[in-house]
């Protein structure tokens, strides 16, 4: 079966503290993404990570993919409220000649002043 | 930049009657759309691929004949939710991947989404 697990499922935090949000992922996948959903919206893409030992960052954000341990990690640095909100991971696969994304059960994430 | 576009972005509608969305590719061409439904606090789920100029692959589970998707051109994807019923009351998402042309080839484009109530 295939399954992206995300660890934790809840998140809350203070200002100015440090916290990684894992993804592990069950499939074979040289592609995985990170996207931030704001309460009522769509999803707003993060990262792209195309390979093993891809590293990304934007902002208070670092995202990493080890391949070989089918793990993601977004790293949030001295968080700040407006971060607030829940981030989703999702892999690429390619299954019944069509490419899918599989998604996280999502990380909510709320950063308290 | 590359967008896609849902309407409408939110619909009420009586438990009974048949419910359109329509998904578009703004200044891109998308063979392939993907239909998502979102329960709450929940992450989002596949429903359906949508295949230009051919039928739509459906999910394990989900019912076609319930869920209509017609991708009538390489910019537009509807998903016809019919005979709605309560229970079919979610966020519905839609998809495109980006053009391999594009900075962003190998990302997804996501519609704003459609909040369907029914009552």
């Known amino acids: 079966e295939l399954k992206v697990e995300q660890n934790p499922l809840f998140l809350s935090m203070q200002e100015g503290k440090n916290y990684t949000i894992y993804c592990n992922y069950s499939?074979?996948?040289?592609?995985l993404y990170w996207y931030r959903q704001d309460p009522g919206k769509s999803l707003e893409s993060l990262f792209v990570l195309l390979s093993n030992g891809a590293v990304k960052q934007e902002g208070r954000l670092m995202a990493s993919l080890d391949t070989k341990a089918r793990l993601s990690t977004l790293h949030i640095t001295a968080a700040v409220h407006d971060l607030s909100a829940t981030y989703f991971c999702?892999?690429?696969?390619?299954?019944?000649?069509?490419?899918?994304?599989?998604w996280g059960a999502g990380t909510k994430l709320i950063i308290k002043p | 930049g590359a967008v896609v576009s849902q309407h409408p972005s939110r619909v009420i509608c009586k438990s009974g009657t048949s419910v359109k969305i329509e998904c578009r590719s703004l200044?891109?061409?998308?063979?392939?759309m993907f239909w998502y439904r979102q329960f709450p606090k929940k992450s989002l789920m596949l429903m359906a691929t949508s295949n230009e100029g051919s039928k739509a692959t459906y999910e394990q589970g989900v019912e076609k004949d319930k869920f209509l998707i017609n991708h009538a051109s390489l910019t537009l994807s509807t998903l016809t939710v019919t005979s709605a019923h309560p229970e079919d009351s979610s966020f519905y998402i839609c998809s495109a991947p980006a053009p391999l042309t594009s900075h962003a080839a190998d990302t997804q484009y996501f519609g704003p989404g459609t909040r369907l109530t029914v009552l």
């Open positions: 499939t074979t996948s040289d592609r």
């Open positions: 200044d891109f061409q998308a063979t392939t």
């Open positions: 999702a892999v690429d696969t390619y299954m019944d000649s069509n490419y899918q994304l599989i």
